[in-house]
T-cell receptor
Framework: AAGVIQSPRHLIKEKRETATLKCYPI?????VYWYQQGPGQDPQFLIS???????DKGSIPDRFSAQQFSDYHSELNMSSLELGDSALYFC?????????????FGPGTRLTVL | KNQVEQSPQSLIILEGKNCTLQ??????????LRWYKQDTGRGPVSLTI?????NTKSNGRYTATLDADTKQSSLHITASQLSDSASYIC??????????FGRGTSLIVHP
């Protein structure tokens, strides 16, 4: 079965650079969630999109922005990167925003900021 | 503040043994509770999802229980296998669509 695809899987950037992470949800899933997981930390919710509209916003820094495109894939744009942005970034997708919808997680993008 | 507490933080067991992981939450109102398995460096994979009216749900060797009155859940793993070594995360969804994650229990299964 198709799963959530994230690219790239690994990314190395330097401070103050820009990074773009991509997420391709499971086919027919219309909701995408972005999470940041620091070393030894639980995933922190950043932002979510439902039907290409931003639906919820968590602890996403102002330096980050995201959008969901017409084909439902999503991109997380990160500017002025800081050392503390080094983390595993997960994307999850679900069908709809029903109470019992399960979020299916992608394999993550490991971002290292030097 | 919504919180999800898991215990123990880490657990080491021998292959073939059973174990139980605990999850206590203060999320209110309560919508549902999920247990995820996360292998190192990989995305979490859903094991079970439970709503308010469900007390027990099984998925193979995994059995989750929920006591909505005491706001406690447990994940019981039967006849553990080496491949069960992973982090098990309890995630509770409340009134918003943003779930609250526990810190996880790191399980190591030794041969």
């Amino acid at each position: 079965a198709a799963g959530v695809i994230q690219s790239p899987r690994h990314l190395i950037k330097e401070k103050r650079e820009t990074a773009t992470l991509k997420c391709y949800p499971i086919p027919r899933h219309d909701t995408v969630y972005w999470y940041q997981q620091g070393p030894g930390q639980d995933p922190q919710f950043l932002i979510s999109f439902y039907e290409k509209m931003q639906s919820d916003k968590g602890s996403i820094p102002d330096r980050f922005s995201a959008q969901q495109f017409s084909d439902y894939h999503s991109e997380l744009n990160m500017s002025s990167l800081e050392l503390g942005d080094s983390a595993l970034y997960f994307c999850a997708s679900s069908f709809g925003r029903a109470e019992t919808d399960t979020q299916y997680f992608g394999p993550g993008t490991r971002l290292t900021v030097l | 503040k919504n919180q999800v507490e898991q215990s123990p933080q880490s657990l080491i067991i021998l292959e073939g043994k059973n174990c139980t992981l605990q999850c206590n939450y203060t999320v209110s109102p309560f919508s549902n509770l999920r247990w995820y398995k996360q292998d190192t460096g990989r995305g979490p994979v859903s094991l079970t999802i439970m709503t308010f009216s469900e007390n027990t749900k099984s998925n193979g060797r995994y059995t989750a229980t929920l006591d909505a009155d005491t706001k406690q859940s447990s994940l019981h793993i039967t006849a553990s296998q080496l491949s069960d070594s992973a982090s098990y995360i309890c995630v509770v969804k409340g009134g918003s669509y943003i779930p609250t994650f526990g810190r996880g229990t790191s399980l190591i299964v030794h041969p």
